[in-house]
């Protein structure tokens, strides 16, 4: 759709000296504007759905931890232990590659030396560095700090934002068109990547914070040229103080917090997303942009500028700062959204691992001590240990249950004020800081994971269909002699149908007696076809991307096996009949090599069936006993025959049995599954599963397995070639059989 250009207004912003889009401006301009706005969906979710569904929402387990999604040498977050399944909080524990980080940071001060590069270090090659090693690795580290001309002429600040941390996003992406081979991934380029972007990183974030400054004070940007041997603290304070105008305690204060953020574990959503992004295999430009995105957030890294914030804001509303009771109040009030950003939130207090403590807090408290103490600022620093103290109490007075500790962002803001650094770089600090641990992860994600990372959203297809309009359905077909024809193949009008319903977002579910492994890959590759009833509902199946063709490529969520012993009990029935023995298993089908090489004789002479059972089977030359024994999940037990009588003396044997279900898919066979396993069973919880209506549901099917499927659902379609039961079961009868796309053509004439 073209936009006539005069109904677009953009305005001059007078602080990046250009013009700016206007939104709020263009979005008056016509009735359709309004609509579109107002008819966005922005209705939440029901809590209970989260819980009915199991969606780790957010990718949170219901008691508050993270919902594992890896593995990683490079660090540890403990927070609580786990006893009987229940959270037992414990004392706060960061450990990088097996060293505390208090040992790390209490060590390089003890010494009197800078330490965030041997953290890096660290990191990345999973060792402490001899000091040799450390002085090379400082050498190229230092090598790489220098900024080309071109770059610094293409660099993003000469279109200033009003973000540093976006100017930074744009920084580190443009760094790509300045590398030789961007796109490489070996471990030797991914290591001069994370150097170069540890050493430009901290000269970016200060240049960029200078450039912004004087486009306002409309000056020009002095920037002074990298000092060699500087650490990157030194080289953050060179350049915010345009020079060496800084004492080492300032720089050594500054290197601790470099330190203390350098690396939270794989969990936090910065770390997360340049893993997510890296387990793609993009270039390491893209996935460190990313995690500055995320960073970026106020719920992430943001967080230490909205702590100062807070605090000005309690330091300027409670009038006696030592009264206890005064902070108290005015922390409820803030609780119950009364007074500073009206969020309810306390910044600073809390962590979703810690519960006692937060050992990063800790070591902030005891500098912040000493540099307030320095600089004449003891009571601003005992107010922010009186909220520390007098929260976690206010909390649990306003209903909070979990332990409460201080985290780092409550004392970063306070230490960066008095180091003299800007608001505005507190994130983007951050960031430079945690570049070390987004590197270390990324390559523990390229060259040891070797998987994208694909979490799965509960599809709602009902509640998609009723936004936008469309029909609402849910679609379960039974395979042979339904939705295939008697030559087992799709027709091209039941692909067309497929191809309707994923437009239309509605769901396909295969419900067959076949094992997940016997349906055609294509159509379990389609995008209408996300689920899989298999072995007659004894097995559901969610299914991954791809062509899934075994349970190794999909997830079983439901199960209602075959008891083996009852198993061992149908073998010794079929012992003494000439009748196949197929094991279903797995998501898969298992025979006998001897009975397999005569499926021929049991298929009533039909080739197209003969060939169907040897496509789905796998021949087995081991003891059916053992092989019921050796399989996971037996799901359930087909027999053919070819003599009536061998299928009289089965059954009457089975009827005997109990704890089982007994049915049939073609006119020579039987079929046993456990108790509970019908495809009316699986239709219905597979709809339940998925918010559905079963009066919503349409299920098609042709033979005796179908029928309890054929009852459950809303639309209950009898095939017009179906078994004189199963046209007596259903709601309706197909015009047309499975040769003339009975299926297909009824679903269609649904849909107009």
């Known amino acids: 759709m073209a936009y006539d250009a005069k109904k677009i207004y953009?305005?001059?912003?007078?602080?990046?000296?250009?013009?700016?889009?206007?939104?709020?401006?263009?979005?008056?301009?016509?009735p359709e504007s309004e609509n579109l706005y107002h008819g966005l969906p922005t209705a939440p979710y029901d809590e209970d759905l989260f819980v009915e569904h199991n969606v780790k929402r957010g990718l949170r387990n219901a008691d508050g931890s993270g919902v594992v999604a890896g593995l990683t040498r490079i660090s540890d977050?403990?927070?609580?232990?786990?006893?009987?399944?229940?959270?037992?909080?414990?004392q706060g524990k960061l450990t990088l590659r097996g060293y505390?980080?208090?040992?790390?940071?209490?060590?390089?001060?003890?010494?009197?030396?800078?330490?965030?590069?041997?953290?890096?270090?660290?990191?990345?090659?999973?060792?402490?560095?001899?000091?040799?090693?450390?002085?090379?690795?400082?050498?190229?580290?230092?090598?790489?700090?220098?900024?080309?001309?071109?770059?610094?002429?293409?660099?993003?600040m000469t279109t200033v934002s009003s973000s540093i941390m976006n100017v930074l996003q744009r920084a580190v992406l443009l760094l790509y068109a300045f590398d030789a081979e961007p796109d490489a991934i070996t471990p030797e380029h991914e290591i001069d990547v994370a150097i170069s972007m540890l050493a430009r990183l901290p000269r970016?974030?200060?240049?960029?914070?200078?450039?912004?400054?004087?486009?306002?004070?409309?000056?020009?940007?002095?920037v002074p040229h990298p000092t060699p041997g500087l650490s990157t603290a030194e080289t953050i304070l060179q350049v915010l103080r345009g020079g060496m105008a800084f004492t080492?305690?300032?720089?050594?204060?500054?290197?601790?917090?470099?330190?203390?953020?350098?690396?939270?574990?794989?969990?936090?959503?910065?770390?997360?997303?340049?893993?997510?992004?890296?387990?793609?295999?993009?270039?390491?430009?893209?996935?460190?942009?990313?995690?500055?995105?995320?960073?970026?957030?106020?719920?992430?890294?943001?967080?230490?500028?909205?702590?100062?914030?807070?605090?000005?804001?309690?330091?300027?509303?409670?009038?006696?700062?030592?009264?206890?009771?005064?902070?108290?109040?005015?922390?409820?009030?803030?609780?119950?959204?009364?007074?500073?950003?009206?969020?309810?939130?306390?910044?600073?207090?809390?962590?979703?691992?810690?519960?006692?403590?937060?050992?990063?807090?800790?070591?902030?408290?005891?500098?912040?001590?000493?540099?307030?103490?320095?600089?004449?600022?003891?009571?601003?620093?005992?107010?922010?240990?009186?909220?520390?103290?007098?929260?976690?109490?206010?909390?649990?007075?306003?209903?909070?249950?979990?332990?409460?500790?201080?985290?780092?962002?409550?004392?970063?803001?306070?230490?960066?004020?008095?180091?003299?650094?800007?608001?505005?770089?507190?994130?983007?600090?951050?960031?430079?800081?945690?570049?070390?641990?987004?590197?270390?992860?990324?390559?523990?994600?390229?060259?040891?994971?070797?998987?994208?990372?694909?979490?799965?959203?509960?599809?709602?297809?009902?509640?998609?269909?009723?936004?936008?309009?469309?029909?609402?359905?849910?679609?379960?077909?039974?395979?042979?002699?339904?939705?295939?024809?008697?030559?087992k193949q799709m027709s091209d009008a039941t692909w067309a149908m497929l191809d309707e319903l994923a437009r239309r977002r509605i769901e396909f579910v295969p419900c067959t007696g076949r094992p997940l492994s016997g349906i055609f890959e294509p159509i379990l590759a389609h995008p209408a076809v996300h689920y899989a009833v298999c072995a007659n509902g004894a097995s559901v199946w969610?299914?991954?991307?791809?062509?899934?063709?075994?349970?190794?490529?999909?997830?079983?969520?439901?199960?209602?096996?075959?008891?083996?012993?009852?198993?061992?009990?149908?073998?010794?029935i079929a012992a003494g009949h000439d009748v196949t023995f197929d094991i279903f298993a797995d998501g898969q089908c298992f025979l006998p090599r001897s009975l397999y090489t005569r499926l021929d004789e049991f298929c009533g002479g039909d080739p197209h069936i003969a060939a169907s059972l040897k496509r789905t089977r796998t021949p087995i030359d081991?003891?059916?006993?053992?092989?019921?024994?050796?399989?996971?999940?037996?799901?359930?037990?087909?027999?053919?025959?070819?003599?009536?009588?061998?299928?009289?003396?089965?059954?009457?044997?089975?009827?005997?049995?109990?704890?089982?279900?007994?049915?049939?898919?073609y006119a020579m066979n039987i079929e046993v599954m456990g108790e509970g396993a019908t495809k009316g069973t699986a239709l219905t919880w597979l709809c339940e599963h998925l918010g559905e209506r079963l009066a919503d549901a349409w299920a098609f099917g042709d033979n005796i397995n179908d029928i309890p499927m054929l009852q459950a659902a809303g639309h209950g379609m009898a095939m017009i070639n179906a078994e004189p039961e199963d046209r007596e079961a259903a709601d309706a009868i197909t015009e047309y059989d499975n040769d003339h796309d009975g299926v297909a053509r009824t679903i269609m004439d649904a849909l107009a």
């Open 248 to 487: 080492r305690d300032e720089a050594m204060l500054l290197d601790v917090m470099l330190m203390l953020h350098a690396e939270h574990g794989g969990g936090n959503n910065s770390t997360f997303a340049c893993r997510v992004l890296s387990s793609s295999a993009t270039d390491p430009y893209s996935a460190y942009a990313a995690a500055i995105g995320s960073l970026k957030g106020p719920r992430h890294g943001g967080a230490n500028a909205k702590v100062v914030s807070m605090h000005e804001d309690i330091r300027a509303h409670v009038s006696n700062w030592e009264d206890e009771d005064e902070v108290a109040a005015y922390l409820g009030k803030i609780l119950d959204k009364q007074a500073f950003d009206g969020t309810g939130l306390i910044y600073g207090m809390g962590h979703a691992v810690y519960t006692l403590s937060d050992p990063r807090a800790e070591v902030c408290r005891r500098y912040a001590r000493s540099l307030a103490a320095k600089k004449d600022l003891g009571e601003e620093f005992a107010l922010i240990e009186r909220i520390e103290r007098l929260a976690p109490q206010v909390m649990r007075d306003h209903g909070m249950t979990k332990p409460i500790c201080a985290n780092i962002d409550l004392y970063t803001g306070f230490i960066y004020k008095m180091l003299g650094v800007p608001e505005t770089l507190f994130t983007p600090l951050f960031a430079v800081a945690r570049m070390a641990g987004w590197s270390a992860h990324r390559m523990e994600e390229l060259f040891c994971a070797h998987r994208i990372i694909r979490p799965a959203y509960r599809p709602r297809p009902r509640f998609l269909c009723q936004q936008k309009g469309l029909h609402q359905m849910i679609v379960f077909s039974d395979m042979d002699g339904t939705l295939l024809t008697s030559d």
């Open 204 to 222: 970016i974030a200060a240049f960029a914070h200078m450039a912004s400054i004087a486009k306002l004070r409309g000056s020009e940007v002095h």
């Open 542 to 572: 969610q299914l991954d991307d791809g062509t899934p063709a075994d349970a190794s490529r999909a997830t079983r969520i439901l199960s209602r096996p075959l008891d083996r012993a009852i198993a061992h009990r149908v073998h010794s």
């Open 77 to 90: 977050v403990h927070g609580y232990n786990k006893v009987d399944g229940k959270v037992v909080p414990d």
């Open 622 to 665: 081991m003891d059916i006993d053992s092989k019921i024994d050796e399989v996971e999940t037996l799901e359930r037990i087909a027999m053919y025959w070819h003599d009536p009588a061998d299928r009289d003396a089965i059954a009457t044997a089975l009827d005997t049995l109990g704890g089982i279900e007994v049915t049939c898919s």
């Open 10 to 30: 953009y305005r001059f912003d007078d602080h990046l000296s250009r013009l700016v889009l206007d939104y709020e401006a263009s979005r008056q301009i016509s």
């Open 100 to 156: 505390s980080i208090e040992d790390l940071v209490n060590n390089a001060q003890a010494e009197n030396r800078y330490g965030y590069e041997e953290v890096a270090y660290l990191l990345i090659t999973g060792s402490l560095p001899t000091k040799e090693e450390l002085d090379g690795f400082c050498g190229r580290l230092g090598a790489f700090r220098h900024l080309s001309d071109e770059y610094v002429r293409e660099f993003p």
